[in-house]
């Protein structure tokens, strides 16, 4: 065991032994924490000077639950035997049942301090009392993993708190602070974290003396209710989870298991859980989702960025041009995180309208019980619309977000440069203008950077950190912490057009409009991309974001990407005919005030002389496809444009990539993102089918070179570049 990976050990003169889990951050129960709780307990069972025991972890905090890395070893080596039993050796074994299986009975107290998580809940659910400290944050948040809590933890929270509020805590994997716990019979006293250990102890002596109850939370029945209002509860979880969660297996698994144990009894249930735990980490769902907690954490960790001894500088004061909807959600977002914001507009009419959509999106959030209206007004008291540079002096951030026009933006960045202090970071928000191209007119390339926001801006959480070759590291770390405190999640990606992920979805509505040219019906494409995850299919998508942005975007990417897009002739005609998607109320959808949109059939002529204009149907008839394909040939061209993102370094590794895809256009996250999924496909399977319907329907099909490569020798779309040949002859 590493020296800072340990289970420290101390008897008192009171015969408490003091257990405690060390395992920096987060006390994360690694396989050598729990073999050394393990070794401990049987320790702390043979010793007669011992007469109670209380379990706690290092540093302010308990345990943040079992180590997720060895359930992704597992899915690397496909080897669940490496999966440790804690249910019954340690938690019924040795910890819960003390009092029955050894000569001397000896209490276990947890001392509760920062977290208690997953696993590390489910300890101290083991244990015959809890204590914690105020603010303490507990849950069973393991159903975002993919599993469901494995160390008996479907068992005893029922057994203490009741089975609808268990329900609700472990289907939502929202934590509770110690405060509601001690309410609801979790948690049996609450004391600063000076007195933890002592009370602890006290605790934990009085249990032996039986001055306090000695409680075994498994056997427990008193919160649970009759067979039958159980049932009741438990019905109607399944029910919702049938609406809300259908693709995640994980959710009606959990209620399964809970029912089991209060049908057969807790040990039952426990060894039922273990059972179903082991099934669900090897699950589908279980690899993206847990790809996806890592993937997120890595997105920060920036080679030649974070890792050389910088500083993030504090920015205090940020100016925001342009307040239309990009421009006034970037600006909701500062605000609403403490920021100073200088809105600036051109005249008073716009200025006046931005400012109006930041008190709505503000609002809005009070309306929507997201935010309290103090909060609120604190943060409008922070905005101050202007219509000149003169508040421009000391502002430590501008964040360019007018129209896509170069010219404007290449005055107004040589404006700024004269302007604005030397140490100020120059961003812009553009989504389709190179960056080069936007600075040209200054000497300051090294702080000019890329912030694309995604839209609604207050409420996307990903922020695109689009760097030029001379884009300084320190401007870099700067915008990546900000990015932090406005709660997005920043991804650092090449300078490019669409940047990476408007760049790697470019081929979806295209390959759907394909799709429809080839006689495919439009509502079944939505409908399918749906059930693959999507929150809605491209041509939904497309009625919401109005056709104007899909007609600027396709000449944008066909001028870049020339040779491999496809130009439908359907958006045309829809515009001809008076659409422009939910903005005037005529799409693909007709959309109605409380109902979700309804196919429009009337669009279905214009369908047709698309299908006419295009005329690429095999003998001029439609083809015949099924769903699978359909979902594939509008997501293999993705996957293969995700590919050329990766082969030109536009993303530092595949998996910030992923979180680009999830957060940036909700690719399902229970997939892993679009790399992980294609790898999940196999990369054979996704080059076979691009290769045959390149051969059938054109280039825009035709596999790139690093897929062809890395299909044909077998190495996952993943691995980094130095995996490949190409990359080893090139050294
Ligand atoms: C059998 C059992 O029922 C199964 C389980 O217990 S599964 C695990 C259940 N627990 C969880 O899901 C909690 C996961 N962790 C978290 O939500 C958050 O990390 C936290 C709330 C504990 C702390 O958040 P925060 O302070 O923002 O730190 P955060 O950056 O997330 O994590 C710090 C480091 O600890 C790591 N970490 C956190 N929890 C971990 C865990 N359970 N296992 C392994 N590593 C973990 C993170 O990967 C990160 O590592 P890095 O610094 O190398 O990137």
New binding site residues.
């Given amino acids: 065991m590493g020296s800072s990976v340990k289970v420290d050990f101390e008897v008192g003169n009171d015969g408490v032994a003091i257990i405690t889990m060390c395992n920096p951050?987060?006390n994360?129960?690694?396989i050598p924490i729990i073999m050394g709780l393990k070794e401990r307990f049987q320790e702390v069972a043979k010793r007669n000077d011992v007469k109670a025991v209380v379990l706690t972890g290092k540093g302010g905090?308990f345990?943040?639950?079992?180590?997720?890395?060895?359930?992704q070893k597992v899915h690397q080596t496909g080897d669940a035997s490496i999966l440790p039993d804690?249910?019954v050796e340690l938690l019924v074994n040795l910890i819960e049942a003390f009092l029955i299986t050894v000569d001397s009975k000896k209490p276990v107290v947890a001392a509760v301090q920062g977290?208690a998580?997953?696993?590390?809940l489910?300890l101290a659910l083991g244990c015959h009392a809890r204590i914690a400290a105020p603010g303490s944050?507990l849950?069973?948040?393991?159903l975002?993993?993919g599993?469901?809590?494995?160390?008996g933890?479907t068992q005893r929270l029922p057994r203490l708190v009741g089975l609808p509020k268990a329900i609700d805590m472990m289907l939502k994997?929202k934590?509770i602070k110690s405060e509601e716990g001690k309410k609801l019979g979790l948690i049996d006293e609450i004391v600063s974290p000076e007195e933890l250990l002592r009370v602890s102890r006290q605790w934990a002596l009085e249990i032996g003396e039986r001055r306090k109850p000695w409680i075994r939370t498994l056997h427990r029945t008193d919160k649970i209710g009759s067979l039958s209002e159980a049932r009741e509860v438990l019905k109607t979880a399944r029910q919702h989870v049938k609406k809300t969660a259908p693709h995640l297996p994980q959710q009606q698994a959990c209620v399964d298991v809970i029912e089991h144990g209060i049908v057969h009894g807790g040990y039952s249930g426990v060894l039922r859980e273990a059972e179903v735990?082991k099934q669900l980490v090897l699950s589908d769902t279980a690899k993206g989702l847990i790809h996806v907690?890592?993937a997120q954490?890595?997105i920060s960790?920036v080679p030649g960025v974070s890792d050389i001894g910088l500083k993030p500088r504090n920015l205090k004061k940020v100016a925001v041009i342009g307040g239309g909807l990009m421009g006034s959600g970037i600006a909701t977002a500062l605000i609403l995180s403490n920021i100073h914001v200088i809105l600036k507009e051109v005249n008073s009419q716009y200025l006046e309208k931005g400012i109006k959509t930041i008190e709505g999106n503000v609002r809005g959030l009070v309306t929507r019980g997201k935010l309290a209206k103090n909060k609120a007004d604190g943060a409008l008291l922070l905005l101050k619309g202007v219509l000149d540079y003169s508040e421009f002096k000391d502002v430590d951030m501008v964040i360019e977000a007018v129209i896509e026009n170069v010219n404007l933006k290449q005055t107004i960045f040589s404006d700024l440069e004269k302007i604005c202090p030397p140490h100020c970071i120059l961003a812009t928000n553009t989504s389709t203008i190179d960056l080069n191209v936007i600075g040209a007119k200054t000497r300051s390339e090294d702080r000019i950077v890329g912030a694309h926001f995604f839209s609604p801006a207050h409420i996307m959480p990903l922020l695109e950190i689009v760097r030029t070759k001379k884009t300084s590291a320190q401007v870099i770390l700067d915008l990546i912490t900000v990015g932090k405190i406005i709660n997005k999640s920043p991804v650092v990606v090449g300078n490019c057009t669409g940047f990476a992920v408007n760049r790697t979805f470019f081929p979806y509505s295209q390959g759907a409009h394909l799709l429809v040219n080839l006689g495919v019906d439009i509502f079944r494409i939505d409908r399918l991309i749906s059930s693959f995850g999507l929150p809605m299919g491209p041509f939904q998508l497309q009625d919401l974001a109005g056709y104007g942005v899909a007609v600027a975007v396709s000449k944008e990417f066909d001028g870049s990407f020339r040779g491999r897009t496809y130009k439908s002739p359907l958006l045309d005609l829809m515009i001809k005919s008076g659409r422009n998607g939910k903005n005037n109320g005529k799409g693909y959808y007709i959309y109605e005030k409380g109902s979700k949109p309804k196919p429009d059939l009337s669009i279905l002529p214009i369908v047709e002389e698309s299908r006419r204009l295009a005329n690429i149907m095999p003998g001029g008839k439609p083809i015949s496809i099924t769903d699978q394909e359909i979902v594939e040939m509008i997501l293999f061209p993705v996957v293969n444009e995700a590919c050329r993102v990766l082969d030109e370094g536009i993303v530092i590794r595949a998996s910030d990539l992923d979180i680009a895809c999830v957060l940036g256009m909700s690719f399902p996250n229970y997939r892993g993102g679009v790399v992980f999924w294609a790898d999940l496909v196999g990369a054979k399977h996704v080059y076979n089918s691009l290769k045959k319907w390149s051969e059938l329907y054109g280039n825009f099909y035709k596999p790139s070179r690093y897929l062809e490569e890395r299909a044909i020798q077998g190495i996952p779309l993943s691995a980094p570049a130095s995996a490949t040949p190409r990359s080893k002859a090139r050294l």
């Fill in positions: 951050p987060v994360a129960l690694a905090r345990s943040g639950g079992f180590d997720i890395s060895v359930m804690v249910s977290l998580l997953g696993g590390g489910e944050q849950g069973l948040p393991e975002t993993l599993i469901i809590p494995g160390f933890g994997s934590p735990f907690f890592f954490r890595a960790k």
